[in-house]
């Protein structure tokens, strides 16, 4: 099974912007990987930010947005909140097997 | 409006079969596709599988074939997940999350059961 790969904890300053990454031990993450990210806070289901590279939901904050760059998924947060503190999990798809990745703390401070 | 509800918190001994089910309404239950999602205590998620309320099939991730069964109900709306052969290693969440034929996987989700596992 594939491994997908997050940094696991990155910090922000409030009103910052900051860039999650995700990478797959198969190579380069492309648009057929069908990335998603995921919003997790302590204690709560997980929310859908991202789905297929870059397509928001409508609860989306307009602040996130998705993207593939360098060899691997990417979702940037510009204009960070101190509500934005969270996990984050991007997912994969392997022909039809989902993958997620390990998640990367957010930290807004 | 869409809704998954989950069935309640479980104690299981290990060894021994969970069953649990996710409620869905608010939606034509056959059109959409559900997923199971479990998290351990303070771990990342981990996917599961997804079946299919139409026509009955199933998808597993490996590392829960032969011990996993999706199932599904019509008449009730509900989707049900038994896990087999039970560990310590299975306390966790369990979540259920929907898939749209527009949106996606995971438009919606469930609230989660908390399994335990232990003697």
New interface residues.
């Given amino acids: 099974?594939a491994v997908v790969t997050q940094e696991p904890s990155l910090t922000v300053s409030p009103g910052g912007t900051v860039t999650l990454t995700c990478g797959s031990s198969t190579g380069p993450v492309t648009s057929g990987h069908?990335p998603?990210w995921?919003q997790?806070k302590p204690g709560q289901?997980?929310?859908?930010l991202i789905?297929?590279t870059s397509?928001k939901?409508s609860w989306t904050p307009a602040r996130f947005s998705g993207s593939l760059l360098g060899g691997k998924a990417a979702l940037t947060l510009s204009g960070a909140q101190p509500d934005d503190e969270a996990d984050y999990?991007c997912?994969l798809s392997y022909s039809?097997?989902?993958?997620?990745?390990?998640?990367t703390k957010v930290t807004v401070l | 409006q869409v809704q998954l509800v989950q069935s309640g918190a479980e104690v299981k001994k290990p060894g021994a079969s969970v069953k649990l089910s996710c409620k869905t309404s608010g939606y034509p239950f056959t059109t959409f596709y559900i997923?199971w999602?479990r998290q351990a205590p303070g771990q990342?998620?981990?996917?599961m599988g997804?079946f299919s309320p139409s026509v009955g099939t199933t998808?597993y991730?490996?590392?829960f074939q032969g011990r996993v069964t999706m199932t599904g109900d019509t008449s009730t709306s509900t989707v049900y997940m038994e896990l087999s052969s039970l560990r310590s290693e299975d306390t966790a969440v369990y979540?259920c999350a929907r898939r749209s034929p527009l949106?996606?996987?995971?438009?919606y989700?469930?609230?989660?059961t908390v399994v335990t596992v232990s003697s």
């Fill in positions: 099974q069908y998603y995921f997790q289901a997980p929310r859908t789905y297929d397509n939901h999990y997912l039809g097997a989902r993958v997620f990745g390990t998640g | 997923h999602v990342g998620l981990e996917w997804i998808s991730a490996q590392n979540y949106v996606g996987d995971f438009d989700w469930g609230q989660g």
